[in-house]
Protein backbone atom coordinates (compact mmCIF):
# COMPACT_ATOMS: atom_id res chain seq x y z
CA UNK A 1 0.00 0.00 0.00
CA UNK A 2 1.13 3.68 -1.01
CA UNK A 3 0.63 6.43 0.95
CA UNK A 4 -0.15 9.70 -0.64
CA UNK A 5 1.48 12.56 0.82
CA UNK A 6 -1.14 15.20 1.31
CA UNK A 7 -0.05 17.71 -1.21
CA UNK A 8 -0.43 14.72 -3.58
CA UNK A 9 -3.70 13.96 -2.85
CA UNK A 10 -4.37 17.69 -2.62
CA UNK A 11 -3.29 18.40 -5.91
CA UNK A 12 -5.68 15.01 -7.42
CA UNK A 13 -8.69 15.93 -5.49
CA UNK A 14 -7.89 19.84 -7.15
CA UNK A 15 -7.77 17.57 -10.02
CA UNK A 16 -10.72 16.25 -9.48
CA UNK A 17 -12.59 19.38 -9.18
CA UNK A 18 -11.30 21.03 -11.52
CA UNK A 19 -12.39 18.41 -14.46
CA UNK A 20 -15.79 18.13 -12.90
CA UNK A 21 -16.44 22.28 -12.64
CA UNK A 22 -15.04 22.42 -16.42
CA UNK A 23 -17.81 20.30 -17.14
CA UNK A 24 -20.63 22.39 -15.61
CA UNK A 25 -20.25 21.26 -11.90
CA UNK A 26 -21.12 24.34 -9.99
CA UNK A 27 -20.81 22.89 -6.89
CA UNK A 28 -17.44 20.88 -7.62
CA UNK A 29 -16.51 24.89 -8.36
CA UNK A 30 -16.88 26.48 -5.13
CA UNK A 31 -15.86 23.42 -3.44
CA UNK A 32 -12.58 23.98 -5.50
CA UNK A 33 -11.95 27.51 -5.02
CA UNK A 34 -13.46 27.46 -1.45
CA UNK A 35 -10.32 25.41 -0.67
CA UNK A 36 -8.19 28.42 -0.72
CA UNK A 37 -10.30 31.66 -0.99
CA UNK A 38 -8.95 32.42 2.45
CA UNK A 39 -5.44 33.02 1.16
CA UNK A 40 -6.93 35.05 -1.77
CA UNK A 41 -8.81 37.66 0.49
CA UNK A 42 -5.55 37.39 2.60
CA UNK A 43 -3.66 38.66 -0.08
CA UNK A 44 -5.80 41.43 -1.22
CA UNK A 45 -6.44 42.55 2.46
CA UNK A 46 -2.92 42.75 2.96
CA UNK A 47 -2.81 44.57 -0.14
CA UNK A 48 -5.68 47.21 -0.40
CA UNK A 49 -6.88 49.54 2.84
CA UNK A 50 -10.11 48.43 3.23
CA UNK A 51 -12.55 45.80 4.01
CA UNK A 52 -14.55 46.60 0.56
CA UNK A 53 -11.86 46.79 -1.29
CA UNK A 54 -11.00 43.68 -0.19
CA UNK A 55 -14.09 42.09 -0.73
CA UNK A 56 -14.20 43.79 -4.13
CA UNK A 57 -10.67 42.23 -5.49
CA UNK A 58 -11.85 38.63 -3.77
CA UNK A 59 -14.71 38.76 -6.31
CA UNK A 60 -13.00 39.86 -9.48
CA UNK A 61 -10.62 37.25 -8.78
CA UNK A 62 -12.67 34.49 -8.37
CA UNK A 63 -15.00 35.78 -11.16
CA UNK A 64 -12.04 35.52 -13.60
CA UNK A 65 -11.16 31.94 -12.62
CA UNK A 66 -14.98 31.00 -13.39
CA UNK A 67 -14.74 32.77 -16.75
CA UNK A 68 -11.29 31.25 -17.55
CA UNK A 69 -11.42 27.81 -15.72
CA UNK A 70 -12.39 25.49 -18.73
CA UNK A 71 -8.60 27.39 -20.50
CA UNK A 72 -6.96 25.81 -17.58
CA UNK A 73 -4.41 23.33 -19.09
CA UNK A 74 -3.03 22.24 -15.45
CA UNK A 75 0.40 23.40 -16.73
CA UNK A 76 0.54 24.84 -12.92
CA UNK A 77 -0.77 23.65 -9.72
CA UNK A 78 -4.36 24.98 -9.42
CA UNK A 79 -3.81 27.49 -6.17
CA UNK A 80 -0.29 29.13 -8.34
CA UNK A 81 -2.24 29.85 -11.08
CA UNK A 82 -5.08 31.11 -8.42
CA UNK A 83 -2.61 33.65 -6.50
CA UNK A 84 -1.38 34.42 -10.01
CA UNK A 85 -4.50 36.08 -11.00
CA UNK A 86 -5.13 37.70 -7.40
CA UNK A 87 -1.80 39.32 -7.79
CA UNK A 88 -2.73 40.82 -11.51
CA UNK A 89 -6.24 41.88 -9.56
CA UNK A 90 -4.47 43.41 -7.19
CA UNK A 91 -2.11 45.11 -8.97
CA UNK A 92 -4.76 46.45 -11.81
CA UNK A 93 -6.93 46.84 -8.31
CA UNK A 94 -4.48 49.91 -7.40
CA UNK A 95 -4.35 50.87 -11.18
CA UNK A 96 -7.81 51.64 -11.32
CA UNK A 97 -7.78 54.05 -7.72
CA UNK A 98 -4.49 55.77 -9.01
CA UNK A 99 -6.08 56.75 -12.48
CA UNK A 100 -9.04 58.09 -10.41
CA UNK A 101 -6.58 60.47 -8.58
CA UNK A 102 -4.91 61.06 -11.65
CA UNK A 103 -1.64 59.55 -10.81
CA UNK A 104 0.53 57.81 -13.60
CA UNK A 105 1.67 54.63 -12.94
CA UNK A 106 4.47 55.29 -15.68
CA UNK A 107 6.50 56.27 -12.31
CA UNK A 108 6.63 52.67 -11.08
CA UNK A 109 10.34 52.41 -10.65
CA UNK A 110 11.18 55.62 -11.86
CA UNK A 111 9.67 57.41 -9.15
CA UNK A 112 11.87 56.42 -6.14
CA UNK A 113 14.35 59.48 -5.85
CA UNK A 114 10.61 61.02 -4.86
CA UNK A 115 10.54 62.83 -1.03
CA UNK A 116 9.82 60.87 1.12
CA UNK A 117 6.39 62.33 3.82
CA UNK A 118 7.65 62.93 7.63
CA UNK A 119 5.34 61.51 9.93
CA UNK A 120 5.05 65.09 11.47
CA UNK A 121 3.50 66.30 8.31
CA UNK A 122 0.56 64.17 9.05
CA UNK A 123 0.45 63.34 12.53
CA UNK A 124 -2.19 65.91 14.25
CA UNK A 125 -0.28 69.20 16.47
CA UNK A 126 -1.76 67.92 19.37
CA UNK A 127 -0.02 65.33 21.33
CA UNK A 128 -2.05 61.99 21.12
CA UNK A 129 -2.12 60.38 24.21
CA UNK A 130 -4.84 58.00 24.04
CA UNK A 131 -3.06 54.43 22.79
CA UNK A 132 -5.59 53.28 20.63
CA UNK A 133 -5.60 56.73 18.11
CA UNK A 134 -1.86 56.30 18.60
CA UNK A 135 -2.30 52.86 16.79
CA UNK A 136 -4.27 54.14 14.13
CA UNK A 137 -2.50 57.16 13.22
CA UNK A 138 0.44 54.44 13.06
CA UNK A 139 -1.62 52.15 11.12
CA UNK A 140 -2.55 55.14 8.95
CA UNK A 141 0.90 56.25 8.07
CA UNK A 142 2.24 52.41 7.19
CA UNK A 143 -1.48 52.31 4.90
CA UNK A 144 0.52 56.14 3.58
CA UNK A 145 3.48 54.69 3.17
CA UNK A 146 2.44 51.65 1.12
CA UNK A 147 0.53 53.97 -0.81
CA UNK A 148 3.39 55.57 -2.04
CA UNK A 149 5.21 52.71 -3.47
CA UNK A 150 4.89 51.44 -7.07
CA UNK A 151 2.18 48.72 -7.32
CA UNK A 152 4.77 45.93 -8.29
CA UNK A 153 6.87 47.31 -4.87
CA UNK A 154 3.59 47.16 -2.92
CA UNK A 155 2.55 43.96 -3.98
CA UNK A 156 6.31 42.04 -3.25
CA UNK A 157 6.44 44.11 -0.30
CA UNK A 158 2.48 42.91 1.27
CA UNK A 159 3.66 39.32 0.42
CA UNK A 160 6.31 39.23 2.16
CA UNK A 161 5.70 40.87 5.41
CA UNK A 162 1.80 40.29 5.82
CA UNK A 163 1.32 36.79 4.05
CA UNK A 164 5.27 35.13 4.35
CA UNK A 165 6.13 34.17 1.28
CA UNK A 166 9.54 33.25 0.29
CA UNK A 167 11.45 34.80 -2.55
CA UNK A 168 10.43 32.03 -5.03
CA UNK A 169 7.06 31.81 -4.30
CA UNK A 170 6.39 35.22 -4.90
CA UNK A 171 7.94 35.52 -8.42
CA UNK A 172 6.02 32.17 -9.35
CA UNK A 173 2.96 34.11 -8.24
CA UNK A 174 4.18 37.32 -10.32
CA UNK A 175 5.43 35.69 -13.26
CA UNK A 176 8.75 37.22 -12.98
CA UNK A 177 12.39 36.19 -11.54
CA UNK A 178 13.75 36.09 -7.94
CA UNK A 179 16.29 39.12 -9.13
CA UNK A 180 13.21 40.86 -10.07
CA UNK A 181 11.36 40.40 -6.81
CA UNK A 182 14.86 41.09 -4.73
CA UNK A 183 15.06 44.66 -6.73
CA UNK A 184 11.69 45.23 -5.74
CA UNK A 185 11.68 44.35 -2.21
CA UNK A 186 14.90 45.96 -1.58
CA UNK A 187 14.01 48.83 -3.32
CA UNK A 188 10.60 48.84 -1.33
CA UNK A 189 12.20 48.34 2.18
CA UNK A 190 14.55 51.35 1.84
CA UNK A 191 11.59 53.34 1.00
CA UNK A 192 9.44 51.39 3.76
CA UNK A 193 12.59 52.51 5.99
CA UNK A 194 12.24 56.39 4.85
CA UNK A 195 9.01 57.15 5.47
CA UNK A 196 8.14 55.05 8.55
CA UNK A 197 11.50 56.13 10.19
CA UNK A 198 9.89 58.63 12.88
CA UNK A 199 7.07 55.71 13.30
CA UNK A 200 9.64 52.73 14.91
CA UNK A 201 12.27 54.94 16.06
CA UNK B 1 33.92 48.43 1.80
CA UNK B 2 30.74 47.85 -0.50
CA UNK B 3 28.05 46.91 2.08
CA UNK B 4 25.49 46.69 -0.27
CA UNK B 5 25.24 42.55 -0.61
CA UNK B 6 25.31 42.59 3.21
CA UNK B 7 22.40 44.93 3.10
CA UNK B 8 20.45 42.63 0.91
CA UNK B 9 21.17 39.58 3.01
CA UNK B 10 20.38 41.47 6.05
CA UNK B 11 16.41 41.55 4.80
CA UNK B 12 16.78 38.05 3.38
CA UNK B 13 18.16 36.63 6.82
CA UNK B 14 14.45 37.86 8.07
CA UNK B 15 12.97 35.39 6.30
CA UNK B 16 15.43 32.70 6.36
CA UNK B 17 16.62 32.32 3.67
CA UNK B 18 20.19 32.74 3.22
CA UNK B 19 22.84 29.66 3.09
CA UNK B 20 24.95 28.67 6.28
CA UNK B 21 27.67 30.84 4.66
CA UNK B 22 26.40 33.50 3.53
CA UNK B 23 24.82 33.59 7.38
CA UNK B 24 28.19 33.18 8.44
CA UNK B 25 29.89 35.91 6.44
CA UNK B 26 26.81 38.29 7.71
CA UNK B 27 27.45 37.82 11.34
CA UNK B 28 30.81 38.28 10.80
CA UNK B 29 30.76 41.14 9.12
CA UNK B 30 28.21 42.47 11.70
CA UNK B 31 30.42 42.07 13.98
CA UNK B 32 32.91 44.47 12.57
CA UNK B 33 29.72 46.94 10.68
CA UNK B 34 27.89 49.39 13.32
CA UNK B 35 25.81 50.87 10.33
CA UNK B 36 25.53 47.71 8.86
CA UNK B 37 23.82 46.63 12.12
CA UNK B 38 21.83 50.00 12.95
CA UNK B 39 20.74 49.13 9.16
CA UNK B 40 19.29 45.65 10.49
CA UNK B 41 17.82 46.82 13.85
CA UNK B 42 16.14 49.46 11.31
CA UNK B 43 14.68 46.38 9.32
CA UNK B 44 13.82 44.43 11.96
CA UNK B 45 12.31 47.18 13.78
CA UNK B 46 10.22 48.20 10.53
CA UNK B 47 9.29 44.61 10.07
CA UNK B 48 7.39 44.52 13.33
CA UNK B 49 6.00 47.79 12.96
CA UNK B 50 4.23 46.66 9.77
CA UNK B 51 3.09 43.55 10.71
CA UNK B 52 1.43 44.76 13.56
CA UNK B 53 -0.43 47.29 12.19
CA UNK B 54 -1.83 45.47 8.94
CA UNK B 55 -4.54 47.37 7.67
CA UNK B 56 -7.92 44.84 7.15
CA UNK B 57 -8.27 41.61 9.43
CA UNK B 58 -9.78 39.09 7.75
CA UNK B 59 -12.12 37.73 9.93
CA UNK B 60 -14.22 34.05 9.63
CA UNK B 61 -17.42 37.05 8.70
CA UNK B 62 -15.29 39.08 6.42
CA UNK B 63 -15.07 35.48 4.57
CA UNK B 64 -18.26 34.86 4.85
CA UNK B 65 -19.76 37.81 3.32
CA UNK B 66 -16.85 37.99 0.92
CA UNK B 67 -18.62 34.52 -0.35
CA UNK B 68 -22.38 35.68 -0.04
CA UNK B 69 -21.25 38.48 -2.47
CA UNK B 70 -19.38 36.03 -4.57
CA UNK B 71 -22.29 34.12 -5.07
CA UNK B 72 -24.63 36.47 -5.78
CA UNK B 73 -22.38 37.80 -8.69
CA UNK B 74 -21.72 34.04 -10.30
CA UNK B 75 -25.81 33.92 -10.30
CA UNK B 76 -25.77 37.18 -12.36
CA UNK B 77 -22.57 35.70 -14.71
CA UNK B 78 -24.84 33.19 -15.04
CA UNK B 79 -27.96 34.08 -15.87
CA UNK B 80 -25.96 36.17 -18.44
CA UNK B 81 -24.12 33.11 -19.99
CA UNK B 82 -27.93 31.40 -19.94
CA UNK B 83 -29.00 34.39 -21.81
CA UNK B 84 -26.28 33.91 -24.25
CA UNK B 85 -26.84 30.70 -24.77
CA UNK B 86 -30.83 31.19 -25.47
CA UNK B 87 -30.33 33.47 -28.44
CA UNK B 88 -27.40 30.84 -30.09
CA UNK B 89 -30.08 28.27 -29.68
CA UNK B 90 -32.66 30.21 -31.48
CA UNK B 91 -30.29 31.15 -34.05
CA UNK B 92 -29.38 27.74 -34.57
CA UNK B 93 -33.09 26.42 -34.40
CA UNK B 94 -33.51 29.03 -37.47
CA UNK B 95 -31.14 28.26 -39.38
CA UNK B 96 -30.46 24.48 -39.06
CA UNK B 97 -32.91 22.12 -41.38
CA UNK B 98 -35.97 21.61 -39.12
CA UNK B 99 -36.54 17.62 -39.75
CA UNK B 100 -32.38 17.19 -38.69
CA UNK B 101 -33.30 19.30 -35.33
CA UNK B 102 -36.13 17.54 -34.51
CA UNK B 103 -35.22 14.06 -34.91
CA UNK B 104 -31.97 15.08 -32.87
CA UNK B 105 -33.88 16.68 -30.32
CA UNK B 106 -36.23 13.84 -29.18
CA UNK B 107 -33.31 11.43 -29.93
CA UNK B 108 -31.27 13.54 -26.98
CA UNK B 109 -34.37 13.84 -24.86
CA UNK B 110 -35.27 9.79 -25.31
CA UNK B 111 -31.65 9.19 -24.62
CA UNK B 112 -31.69 11.82 -21.23
CA UNK B 113 -34.43 10.26 -20.02
CA UNK B 114 -33.55 6.47 -20.11
CA UNK B 115 -29.93 7.06 -18.81
CA UNK B 116 -31.97 9.15 -16.09
CA UNK B 117 -34.03 6.79 -15.30
CA UNK B 118 -31.42 4.05 -15.02
CA UNK B 119 -28.85 5.79 -12.96
CA UNK B 120 -30.52 8.12 -10.60
CA UNK B 121 -34.30 6.21 -9.81
CA UNK B 122 -33.51 5.50 -6.47
CA UNK B 123 -30.63 7.33 -5.44
CA UNK B 124 -30.33 10.41 -4.19
CA UNK B 125 -27.91 13.73 -5.39
CA UNK B 126 -24.77 14.19 -3.57
CA UNK B 127 -25.55 17.82 -2.76
CA UNK B 128 -29.65 16.33 -1.15
CA UNK B 129 -26.67 14.35 0.95
CA UNK B 130 -25.05 16.73 1.89
CA UNK B 131 -28.26 18.98 2.97
CA UNK B 132 -30.08 15.70 4.60
CA UNK B 133 -26.72 15.40 6.94
CA UNK B 134 -27.45 18.82 8.57
CA UNK B 135 -31.39 17.72 9.20
CA UNK B 136 -32.08 16.92 12.78
CA UNK B 137 -34.08 14.16 13.58
CA UNK B 138 -37.98 16.34 13.15
CA UNK B 139 -37.13 16.99 9.79
CA UNK B 140 -39.27 15.56 7.04
CA UNK B 141 -37.52 14.98 3.71
CA UNK B 142 -39.81 13.92 0.73
CA UNK B 143 -38.43 12.79 -2.89
CA UNK B 144 -39.72 12.87 -6.03
CA UNK B 145 -38.62 11.35 -9.40
CA UNK B 146 -35.76 12.76 -11.14
CA UNK B 147 -36.26 14.79 -14.18
CA UNK B 148 -33.17 15.13 -16.84
CA UNK B 149 -32.40 18.08 -18.29
CA UNK B 150 -29.30 19.89 -20.25
CA UNK B 151 -28.47 17.08 -22.29
CA UNK B 152 -25.19 17.52 -24.37
CA UNK B 153 -23.28 15.61 -26.70
CA UNK B 154 -20.02 14.89 -25.81
CA UNK B 155 -18.69 12.90 -28.78
CA UNK B 156 -19.54 9.34 -30.68
CA UNK B 157 -18.01 6.84 -32.42
CA UNK B 158 -18.82 6.17 -35.89
CA UNK B 159 -17.22 3.16 -36.03
CA UNK B 160 -19.45 0.91 -33.15
CA UNK B 161 -21.95 3.83 -32.62
CA UNK B 162 -21.58 4.33 -29.13
CA UNK B 163 -22.00 7.90 -27.99
CA UNK B 164 -20.84 9.80 -24.85
CA UNK B 165 -23.11 12.71 -23.09
CA UNK B 166 -23.89 14.13 -19.84
CA UNK B 167 -26.82 15.75 -18.39
CA UNK B 168 -27.85 17.06 -15.42
CA UNK B 169 -30.64 15.22 -13.21
CA UNK B 170 -32.81 17.01 -10.85
CA UNK B 171 -34.37 15.43 -8.17
CA UNK B 172 -37.06 17.40 -6.46
CA UNK B 173 -37.25 17.14 -2.46
CA UNK B 174 -39.41 18.57 -0.36
CA UNK B 175 -38.19 19.69 2.98
CA UNK B 176 -40.59 20.31 5.97
CA UNK B 177 -38.73 21.26 9.26
CA UNK B 178 -37.92 24.10 11.71
CA UNK B 179 -36.33 26.99 10.35
CA UNK B 180 -33.75 26.93 13.49
CA UNK B 181 -32.81 23.85 12.43
CA UNK B 182 -29.63 24.54 10.46
CA UNK B 183 -30.46 22.15 7.18
CA UNK B 184 -32.97 24.39 6.62
CA UNK B 185 -31.02 27.80 7.61
CA UNK B 186 -28.56 26.55 5.10
CA UNK B 187 -30.81 26.03 2.77
CA UNK B 188 -32.87 29.20 3.63
CA UNK B 189 -29.23 30.93 2.80
CA UNK B 190 -28.60 29.29 -0.39
CA UNK B 191 -32.03 30.26 -2.08
CA UNK B 192 -31.43 33.80 -0.98
CA UNK B 193 -28.16 34.12 -2.90
CA UNK B 194 -28.52 31.55 -5.19
CA UNK B 195 -32.24 31.81 -6.49
CA UNK B 196 -32.74 34.10 -9.52
CA UNK B 197 -36.66 34.68 -9.00
CA UNK B 198 -36.46 37.68 -6.39
CA UNK B 199 -39.85 36.05 -5.36
CA UNK B 200 -37.82 32.97 -3.91
CA UNK B 201 -35.43 35.11 -2.35
CA UNK B 202 -37.93 37.28 -0.21
CA UNK B 203 -39.85 34.01 0.59
CA UNK B 204 -36.52 32.31 1.75
CA UNK B 205 -35.92 36.12 4.13
CA UNK B 206 -39.51 35.88 5.59
CA UNK B 207 -38.75 32.10 6.31
CA UNK B 208 -35.85 32.88 8.09
CA UNK B 209 -37.28 35.60 10.19
CA UNK B 210 -40.35 33.90 11.00
CA UNK B 211 -41.64 34.20 14.49
CA UNK B 212 -40.78 30.98 15.20
CA UNK B 213 -37.03 31.42 14.47
CA UNK B 214 -34.69 32.63 17.50
CA UNK B 215 -33.02 35.46 15.77
CA UNK B 216 -34.02 37.95 18.47
CA UNK B 217 -31.87 36.22 21.44
CA UNK B 218 -29.05 36.12 18.84
CA UNK B 219 -28.91 32.39 18.30
CA UNK B 220 -28.99 32.30 14.62
CA UNK B 221 -25.90 31.28 12.72
CA UNK B 222 -23.41 33.65 11.31
CA UNK B 223 -24.08 32.99 7.76
CA UNK B 224 -27.99 33.77 8.45
CA UNK B 225 -26.98 37.11 9.42
CA UNK B 226 -24.09 37.15 6.86
CA UNK B 227 -26.30 36.29 4.03
CA UNK B 228 -28.87 38.92 5.24
CA UNK B 229 -26.20 41.70 5.12
CA UNK B 230 -25.51 40.70 1.61
CA UNK B 231 -28.83 40.46 0.51
CA UNK B 232 -29.42 44.19 1.87
CA UNK B 233 -26.64 45.59 0.11
CA UNK B 234 -26.41 44.03 -2.94
CA UNK B 235 -29.72 42.30 -3.81
CA UNK B 236 -31.17 43.73 -7.24
CA UNK B 237 -34.68 43.66 -5.84
CA UNK B 238 -35.92 46.57 -3.95
CA UNK B 239 -38.65 44.41 -1.97
CA UNK B 240 -35.57 41.51 -0.99
CA UNK B 241 -33.23 44.42 0.29
CA UNK B 242 -35.99 46.13 2.32
CA UNK B 243 -37.49 42.43 3.67
CA UNK B 244 -33.46 41.61 4.57
CA UNK B 245 -33.09 44.91 6.33
CA UNK B 246 -36.55 44.95 8.69
CA UNK B 247 -34.65 41.03 9.37
CA UNK B 248 -31.35 42.40 10.51
CA UNK B 249 -32.96 45.07 12.63
CA UNK B 250 -34.63 42.29 14.71
CA UNK B 251 -31.34 40.94 15.57
CA UNK B 252 -29.19 42.31 18.40
CA UNK B 253 -27.14 45.06 16.64
CA UNK B 254 -23.51 44.59 15.93
CA UNK B 255 -20.62 45.96 13.81
CA UNK B 256 -21.50 44.28 11.12
CA UNK B 257 -24.73 45.15 10.98
CA UNK B 258 -23.74 48.85 11.74
CA UNK B 259 -21.19 48.56 8.64
CA UNK B 260 -24.24 47.03 6.55
CA UNK B 261 -26.71 50.12 7.47
CA UNK B 262 -23.97 52.56 6.76
CA UNK B 263 -23.05 50.82 3.00
CA UNK B 264 -27.15 51.39 2.54
CA UNK B 265 -27.24 54.86 2.93
CA UNK B 266 -24.03 55.56 1.55
CA UNK B 267 -24.56 53.63 -1.86
CA UNK B 268 -28.93 52.32 -1.89
CA UNK B 269 -30.29 54.74 -4.87
CA UNK B 270 -33.66 54.02 -2.91
CA UNK B 271 -34.67 56.63 -0.58
CA UNK B 272 -37.18 53.79 1.21
CA UNK B 273 -34.27 52.20 2.28
CA UNK B 274 -31.84 54.75 3.24
CA UNK B 275 -35.32 55.81 5.43
CA UNK B 276 -35.31 52.84 7.11
CA UNK B 277 -31.48 51.94 7.51
CA UNK B 278 -31.66 55.57 9.59
CA UNK B 279 -34.24 54.67 11.44
CA UNK B 280 -32.33 51.25 12.09
CA UNK B 281 -29.02 53.35 13.60
CA UNK B 282 -31.39 56.05 15.52
CA UNK B 283 -33.71 53.06 17.46
CA UNK B 284 -29.58 51.61 18.05
CA UNK B 285 -28.18 54.61 18.92
CA UNK B 286 -26.96 53.91 22.51
CA UNK B 287 -24.87 50.82 20.48
CA UNK B 288 -23.14 53.80 18.26
CA UNK B 289 -19.70 55.12 19.85
CA UNK B 290 -18.94 59.13 19.22
CA UNK B 291 -15.46 58.02 17.76
CA UNK B 292 -16.33 56.12 15.72
CA UNK B 293 -15.15 58.57 12.03
CA UNK B 294 -16.56 56.43 9.60
CA UNK B 295 -20.50 56.37 11.40
CA UNK B 296 -19.62 60.67 11.84
CA UNK B 297 -18.27 61.19 8.38
CA UNK B 298 -21.21 59.09 6.85
CA UNK B 299 -23.44 61.28 8.84
CA UNK B 300 -22.21 64.31 8.08
CA UNK B 301 -22.16 63.39 4.70
CA UNK B 302 -25.69 62.58 4.60
CA UNK B 303 -26.83 66.08 6.74
CA UNK B 304 -25.16 67.65 3.68
CA UNK B 305 -25.94 66.11 0.32
CA UNK B 306 -29.01 63.11 0.96
CA UNK B 307 -31.71 64.45 -1.36
CA UNK B 308 -33.99 63.21 1.41
CA UNK B 309 -35.02 65.36 3.71
CA UNK B 310 -35.76 62.60 6.16
CA UNK B 311 -32.66 60.99 5.72
CA UNK B 312 -31.06 64.55 6.57
CA UNK B 313 -33.59 65.14 9.75
CA UNK B 314 -32.62 62.15 10.84
CA UNK B 315 -29.19 61.89 10.15
CA UNK B 316 -28.71 64.98 12.12
CA UNK B 317 -30.77 63.65 15.01
CA UNK B 318 -28.56 60.41 15.20
CA UNK B 319 -25.28 62.90 14.96
CA UNK B 320 -26.63 64.91 18.07
CA UNK B 321 -27.20 62.17 19.96
CA UNK B 322 -24.05 60.22 19.31
CA UNK B 323 -21.68 62.91 20.39
CA UNK B 324 -23.79 63.74 23.84
Known amino acids: MTVKDPDTLMAAEDRDLILKAQSGDDGAFEQLVFRYDRQVLNIAASYVNTAEDAKDVYQE????????????????????????????????????????????????????????????????GDAVTDQHAMNMEITLHVQDALRQLSPKQKMVFTLRHYQGYKLKEIADMMECTEGTVKKYLFTATQR?????????? | MNHQPYR???????????????????????????????????????????????????????????????????????????????????????????????????FMLALGFLGGYMMFSGQSSQNGNSVTQ???????????????????????????????????????????????DPGVQNLLV?????????????RAVSAMTSPM?????????????????????RDENPGVRKEALKALSKMPFDEDIKQGLISVLSNDKNEGMRVDAINVLSSAKGELKSTDEELLDMLRQKIESDNNG??????????????Q
Request: some cysteine.
Open chain 1, 61 to 124: VLMRVYRGLKKFEFRSEFSTWLYRITTNVCITHRSRRKRHSHTSLDQEMESEDSQPHSLSDTLP
Open chain 2, 190 to 202: KALTNEENPGVRL
Open chain 1, 192 to 201: MRDQLKEVYE
Open chain 2, 310 to 323: YVRLRARAVLQEVR
Open chain 2, 8 to 106: EWIELGLSDELSAQERLQLETHLVSCAECRTVREEIQSLHATVTKNAGVEVTESLLMEARQQFRVALRHERTKVSAWQKVTEFVNAVFAPPMKLAAGGA
Open chain 2, 213 to 233: VNIQFGNTDDQVKTALITAMK
Open chain 2, 134 to 180: QMTDETELTRGESQVANVKFIDGDPSDGSIEFSFDAITPVQVKGSPN
